[in-house]
């Protein structure tokens, strides 16, 4: 399928700073006006900034040839128009329309039932809720090696809950209203949550009401007895890279992308237990366990590095194990024996009766969205069809880097730089080290 090379006309508008997403790739974005309708332009070639920024603030009328269109990830039906160095802006006499002031890359004011029900992903919205509980705070780490703090809440509007994720900054008060402007829509199976970018903002504002919807549970559960069972460990190096080969009777080991020796002691090891559970029906369903889980699970220390087979035992246990999890679309977000899970009770109430009562079930909910929503882009860029591929890993790199890697601006973002830790969480870039990385001790 090859791209169409085409010509837009019109006037720019809100033509942004210069952005960085994934792998380091700079880029910004523009509007463009054309006679009947407006469309996103996001230009690779950052030597054209100025001239974007003058043609703006000059009102020139504008043609873009050359261009790629590609659909647009924020606005369903629509196209963005992608520049790169094969692309041209020249400038041109006249235009049978006029500038028009009120082109602006508007985002709507919306409730959390209208992102529930008309919400469309990739979507930015401004919407304005209270905090009712912290679900998750757990360090995270972005495509660009970045790490930074990664909360999720459940916040809630008079007409209903929905679970965000703050990527970065100080964190938001219980049982504070906030405004959230230029926040993205993100879905995971049926369902849906929401996220910061960096062109977020948060803001405090006065109780806008004093009731609010109820926390709703956000996901799907499942039960039944593990019939196979496989763990995986894929290895990093201190500075994160996958190493495709790591002796553990040895003292050094060396990295390639480093280009140097490590202590094998620092190499970190990344477990991943794949698992068929079979449910009462019969019904078979595969689930992936991240490292966190499937430590979690086992009880396996973090930055151990366990005996993958040993791991294999415990999960196939010596009769018959039975799992209850928890999950969004394809991503696991909590796992527990489901002798665990009846002491901890509400394994079989109907997801949408359990409100307030199912509270300590929440605390694990959206643990996972934003490593899902990091594992989801590689599946996304892996499964993109050829023709596409550059634009769309492009289109991801704008996305991942809006998804929290900024560093500079805004509420969000002062605190990232001071998480230092080593996260032995699932750390986007073992994903894709899991492609090339060497697959742990063989099993016989
Ligand atoms: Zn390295």
Known sequence: ?????????????????????????????????????????????????????SAEKDRTPVRLCNVDLSPSRQRSGEVDVIMNTASLLRCVRQLNFVFDESS??????????????????????????????????????????????????????????????????????VGKWYRLTNISIRKFGGCTCLSTTAQSTITIVPDVSCTVAQI??????????????????????????????????????????????CHT?????????ILTIEESSGRMNNFVLDDFLLRKLLNVPSGSTPDPDVLVLRLLGEGST???????????????????????????????TECSASLSNMSECTATTDDMMLEEFFAEVQTEESANLDVEEKNEGCVEKQEGSNTSEGSVGKLMQERREVVVGVVAECRKGIQKGVKGKSKK
Not at 142 to 155: A, E, F, I, L, W
Not at 224 to 249: F, M, W
Not at 265 to 272: F, G, K, T
Request: charged residues 25%; hydrophobic residues 35%.
């Open 265 to 273: 002691s620092r190499v970190v090891s990344v477990l991943r237990g």
């Open 1 to 53: 399928m090859k791209r169409a090379k085409v010509e837009v006309e019109g006037y720019l508008h809100n033509v942004s700073e210069i952005l960085e997403g994934a792998d380091h790739h700079k880029y910004f974005t523009a509007l463009i006006q054309e006679a009947e309708r407006n469309s996103r332009v996001v230009v690779f070639d950052l030597q054209r900034h100025n001239v974007f920024r």
């Open 216 to 261: 709703m549970e956000n996901f799907d559960r499942k039960e039944g007895e593990i019939v196979t069972a496989d763990v995986k460990v894929d290895y990093l190096c201190p500075r994160q890279h996958p190493l495709s080969s790591v002796n553990l009777a040895t003292s050094l080991t060396r990295c390639q992308q480093c280009d140097a020796f």
């Open 322 to 352: 039975r799992l209850h999890l928890k999950f969004r679309g394809q991503h696991v977000l909590d796992v527990a024996f489901v002798a665990d899970v009846n002491t901890a009770s509400s394994s079989s109430v109907p997801q949408s």
């Open 104 to 173: 602006r890359d508007v985002v709507k004011d919306v409730t959390v039932q209208h992102i529930l029900q008309e919400g469309r992903e990739y979507q930015r919205v401004n919407v304005t809720i209270k905090v009712l509980q912290l679900a998750e705070d757990r360090p995270g780490v972005t495509r660009s090696h970045q790490k930074m703090s990664r909360r999720s809440y459940d916040v809630a509007d008079q007409t209903r809950s929905v679970s965000l994720t703050v990527w970065g900054g100080d964190g938001l008060q």
